[in-house]
């Protein structure tokens, strides 16, 4: 079992930036591939972002690519979402999942790849 709690979110201007952190329970975090999802009132939980177990791989939605990275300190069992350049359209609340343990994700981009999510935080960015 693995617990998710998200933190960092907030208000910003656009073209501002923040960094998300993912804070996970248990000790096998190293484990897991872990993913970031956004969502908006009405509409469907996207993908964000993603990172594999090993660290060695990272996937993009292309509405974030080049502004957007993800990285994890096993040690610290936190990944990390930094967003850069920010724009109203990223307003969401961001949510936090791991996938399967010792598991290679084959679709990140699919929210069925990870069984543990976390409550979300709420980013909010003026024009």
């Known amino acids: 079992q693995v617990r998710l709690v998200e933190s960092g979110g907030g208000l910003v201007q656009a073209g501002g930036s923040l960094r998300l952190s993912c804070a996970a329970s248990?000790?096998?975090?190293?484990?897991?591939?872990m993913g970031w999802f956004r969502q908006t009132p009405g509409k469907e939980r996207e993908f964000v972002i993603g990172?594999?177990?090993?660290?060695?791989?990272?996937y993009y939605a292309d509405s974030v690519k080049g502004r957007f990275t993800i990285s994890r300190d096993n040690a610290k069992n936190t990944v990390y979402l930094q967003m850069n350049s920010l724009k109203p359209e990223d307003t969401a609340v961001y949510y936090c999942a791991a996938g399967r343990a010792a598991t290679t994700i084959r679709r990140p981009d699919q929210r069925y790849e990870y069984d543990y999510w976390g409550q979300g935080t709420q980013v909010t960015v003026s024009s």
């Open positions: 248990g000790r096998t975090f190293s484990s897991y591939a």
């Open positions: 990172i594999s177990w090993t660290g060695g791989s990272t």
